[in-house]
């Protein structure tokens, strides 16, 4: 990229000549944003595909536009001035000898005044907007009349600052000259899906860089064309590969085997045993067989890598305490790490009612702890003393040291980043042995099946498919902001039954942007509404102490109604909580909803969901928020809402691209394309075996070093 202008030239340095209305003025390092984009390579540029295209090869006369439409017209100039008053701006008045159409700059610059002066032939190209003045376009590009059309569809491509399109549309034609495109599928593979034998890698990405004029937009946009086919095939298979990779790389690590140590202090000896037989309750079939599941990696010398995903309220925490055992019987420390505080406190209250009278040393670490309890808590960590440790984030400092950490158990593993889940696996320090911990990871958002073959192919997958006996279903009504106060007085007569309420809003205080009623109004108005009530308000700002006393009142029964913001949307568990009401419902996220409401319905009591929805000053709701609190009214099963939110946001937005900073898939969608994913599923183990030089090509050339953060 040495030698090119670091200018966008208002004459003629533009795509094709184009003269645009950017200040004449260096840009800050266009090298600089390729980075930001994460653009280091040739190959990098040449798989930066374009977020639409323009079409420069056609002009149209000015009688035959329609508005909304962008058009490519040639006409001579008018009229030209400047307009003071209010907004400075350029009028220039365009006539094509089939009509007249008013050119409108707010920014604009001398040089570009006298290229649209009186008399000019200029050729301009922008949206075309209706109105009084006529046909009206906005800030259009421009450059002077005559010359060749572009013989292809423009690129326009996603971009940051600093990063004009003509900079980058030289960078990526130079990118394509220079990256190695040979192909890395052998031919007979892509056969089997009927990929059409003319679109080899480097003739897709010329073709998507540089359409032909006669390709439909449509074909273009829905991603059907046979070149977008190959493009979605090798993410598919690069994705696949790397997976599977990492899956067996890490068979090759060693792990201990967690099996009951012989002889063993009473303490420990036999926990497993003795915990099932002190459970208040009976498992269910679905926890017995996921528990079977994990037992059976604890006990190889191969490190575990498994997700526990169940629906809320499938009883996940038990099968941690249970692994945990598992690990404690086998004379090896256990750690649990929960992304909240709240969330960390529930599973410490629950692990300690459990292992404390079995004789187990339960430790408790978090950012807020004093210093003193948090000194001894080390201590006993160190020792060994503390066979299982519960935390929040503060569980990876550097200061913390276990003795023997074997196993880790990550709650919601989808709050943590990769570099987090990575620090706990490195705690694991035997005698210079080189041994990886066992990892286990929870997550209480069930994952369509179509993505879990995707997204964590990488990963051995236990589902708990079953709800404990006893569970009411909860009823869900979506009900309009103006029946606030038929919502109050059904709170009222569920106090006046002792059942408890949570009150859900989602902002803490009044924002100018939003117009959304704030948990300390909401606070104030039903404490007033309900005289005698003990009303609280929990909210990420209070201070740790108080949010732990408020939590206390509450599930002490003590408190009637808890006003809070989210975070009570996992972890929390009240038997004694029947009625739920989130406020401005439309703005919350599916999962997020079902996870709210996964906080009631725990006890005996026939429970309910209300979701308050306001439509603002429009006159209807959202099609997105629609379909959000339609699935929320008809279904409480966790893997049907995690698929109609599949479909309503897409796999990338669902699965948070991983936890990585970049979507594992860009140009693939996993349920469009799942005949392309079952494809690339069967290949990538025969790649590996058959062809694992051109397997190695294939991973480097689509993810680079992206394939590292499968490890954790």
């Known amino acids: 990229m040495r030698g090119m202008c670091p200018f966008v030239a208002l004459t003629a340095g533009g795509q094709n000549g184009w003269m645009t209305s950017v200040p004449e003025k260096p840009l800050s390092g266009p090298q600089k944003a390729l980075r930001k984009l994460g653009l280091n390579r040739a190959i990098d540029l040449a798989l930066h595909l374009p977020l639409r295209y323009e079409d420069e090869t056609r002009l149209v006369k000015l009688r035959d536009v329609r508005e909304g439409e962008v058009a490519q017209v040639e006409g001579i100039v008018r009229h030209s001035e400047v307009k003071l008053g209010g907004h400075r701006q350029l009028l220039v008045t365009l006539d094509d000898g089939t009509g007249t159409c008013l050119l409108r700059f707010f920014t604009f610059y001398p040089s570009q005044q006298k290229a649209l002066a009186v008399g000019q032939a200029i050729r301009v190209r922008g949206e075309v907007r209706g109105g009084f003045a006529g046909l009206t376009m906005m800030h259009p590009v421009f450059k002077p009349a005559g010359g060749e059309l572009a013989r292809a569809l423009t690129p326009v491509y996603p971009t940051v600052a600093g990063l004009p399109q003509p900079y980058l549309r030289r960078a990526v034609l130079g990118a394509l000259t220079r990256a190695e495109l040979n192909d890395t599928i052998p031919a007979n593979f892509l056969s089997k899906i009927g990929l059409q034998p003319g679109w080899n890698l480097r003739e897709a990405l010329l073709f998507l860089?540089?359409?032909a004029p006669d390709v439909t937009l449509a074909a273009l946009e829905d991603r059907s064309h046979p070149a977008w086919q190959r493009l979605k095939a090798e993410e598919l298979l690069a994705q696949q590969l790397s997976q599977l990779q990492a899956k067996r790389e890490r068979a090759g690590f060693r792990a201990p085997a967690l099996l009951p140590v012989q002889g063993a202090a009473p303490a420990s000896a036999g926990l497993l045993a003795r915990l099932l037989a002190a459970l208040p309750f009976q498992l269910t079939a679905a926890q017995r067989r996921v528990?079977?599941?994990?037992?059976?990696?604890l006990h190889r010398p191969v490190p575990m890598h498994r997700l526990l995903q169940g629906d809320v309220g499938s009883g996940k925490t038990v099968v941690a305490a249970l692994a945990a055992a598992v690990c404690i019987d086998a004379g090896w420390q256990c750690a649990l790490m929960a992304p909240t505080e709240i969330l960390a406190t529930q599973h410490f209250a629950k692990l300690v009612s459990w292992l404390q009278p079995l004789g187990i040393t339960v430790a408790w670490l978090t950012g807020s702890q004093k210093?003193?309890?948090?000194?001894?808590?080390?201590?006993?960590?160190?020792?060994?003393?503390?066979?299982?440790?519960?935390g929040t984030h503060a569980i990876i400092t550097d200061k913390v040291q276990f003795k023997n950490l074997a196993l880790a158990i990550i709650d919601e593993q989808h709050r943590f980043g990769v570099a987090q889940r990575l620090a706990l696996r490195g705690k694991l320090v035997v005698d210079a042995l080189a041994l990886e911990p066992h990892l286990l990871m929870m997550s209480a958002t069930p994952i369509p099946r179509t993505l879990a073959m995707s997204y964590y192919a990488d990963l051995d997958v236990s589902t708990l498919d079953e709800l404990p006996p006893g569970r009411t279903p909860i009823i869900t009504r979506v009900v309009h902001e103006a029946r606030r106060d038929e919502v109050i007085e059904r709170i009222s007569a569920q106090i006046a039954q002792g059942r408890q309420i949570y009150w859900v809003c989602p902002l803490i205080e009044e924002s100018e942007a939003l117009d959304l009623r704030n948990a300390t109004e909401t606070h104030a108005q039903l404490s007033a509404a309900l005289p005698g009530v003990l009303v609280g308000l929990l909210h990420s700002r209070l201070p740790t102490a108080e949010k732990k006393a408020m939590m206390s009142q509450f599930t002490a029964g003590q408190m009637g109604v808890l006003v809070s913001t989210t975070v009570i949307e996992v972890g929390v568990d009240v038997p004694n909580a029947s009625l739920m009401v989130i406020e401005h419902a439309e703005r919350f996220g599916l999962s997020q909803l079902h996870q709210l409401r996964g906080r009631v319905g725990r006890g005996a009591a026939a429970s309910a969901c209300v979701l308050l929805y306001s439509t603002g000053d429009a006159p209807r709701l959202g099609e997105t928020a629609r379909e959000r609190l339609r699935a929320m009214a008809e279904s409480n099963d966790g893997f049907e809402i995690a698929r109609r939110d599949l479909e309503i946001r897409g796999p990338g937005e669902f699965m948070g691209a991983r936890q990585s900073g970049a979507a594992l898939l860009r140009f693939a969608d996993v349920v469009?394309?799942?005949?392309?994913?079952?494809w690339a599923r069967e290949l990538a183990p025969v790649m590996l075996d058959q062809h694992p030089v051109l397997a190695a090509q294939h991973v480097q050339r689509w993810l680079g070093g992206k394939a590292e953060f499968l490890k954790a």
């Open 672 to 678: 469009e394309d799942a005949e392309l994913l079952t």
């Open 209 to 211: 860089h540089h359409p």
């Open 291 to 297: 528990c079977e599941e994990i037992t059976h990696d």
């Open 371 to 390: 210093t003193k309890e948090r000194r001894d808590m080390l201590a006993l960590i160190a020792s060994g003393q503390a066979q299982l440790v519960v």
